[in-house]
């Protein structure tokens, strides 16, 4: 289940390039779904963590990738530790509520996303709520930052 933390950011918050590169495996590049999630949000090609195609920077290593993809690459190969969402952009999502069907993922918004997919189910952490849906979520979202936008 995706689980869900609202708060400001901390000093840990954001520097998901500097985890990634200290936590990665070359392994996790073998797997579809890491190779899908790259296609889905950087519109690049994994042939291997060390080579990957991007249609906007040619031939990349996997250090080079969105800040967005590398959190979704955390939250599933690594679903304990929990992340900071905001580092994602809105393309992020889907693949965010999928990681949360398939295992308990903890992630952190600062922000409320504009759009989560119709499917999301999510349980917030303080409360144990679980709600359902992209509009109870986002709700759930926006009443619990304290200014209504990013804090």
């Known amino acids: 289940m995706l689980k869900v933390k609202v708060g400001p950011i901390e000093p840990y918050d954001g520097t998901i390039d500097a985890i990634f590169r200290n936590q990665y495996e070359d392994a996790w590049f ?13 519109k690049s090609e994994v042939v291997s963590a060390n080579l990957i195609i991007s249609p906007v920077l040619g031939p990349i290593s996997c250090d080079r990738l969105s800040g967005g993809v590398k959190v979704l690459i955390m939250l599933y190969k690594m679903p304990e530790m929990e992340q900071w969402a905001s580092s994602c952009g809105d393309n992020c999502l889907p693949a965010m509520v999928k990681i ?21 189910e999510a349980e917030f952490l303080d409360t144990g709520e679980i709600l359902k849906g992209d509009r109870d979520v986002g709700l759930a979202i926006i009443s619990r930052l304290p200014t209504g936008g990013i804090i």
């Open 30 to 42: 073998e797997d579809a779904f890491v190779k899908e999630m790259v296609m889905e949000v950087d």
């Open 100 to 120: 949360g069907k398939m295992q308990d993922v903890t992630v952190k918004f600062s922000h409320c996303p504009d759009r989560f997919p119709d499917d999301v």
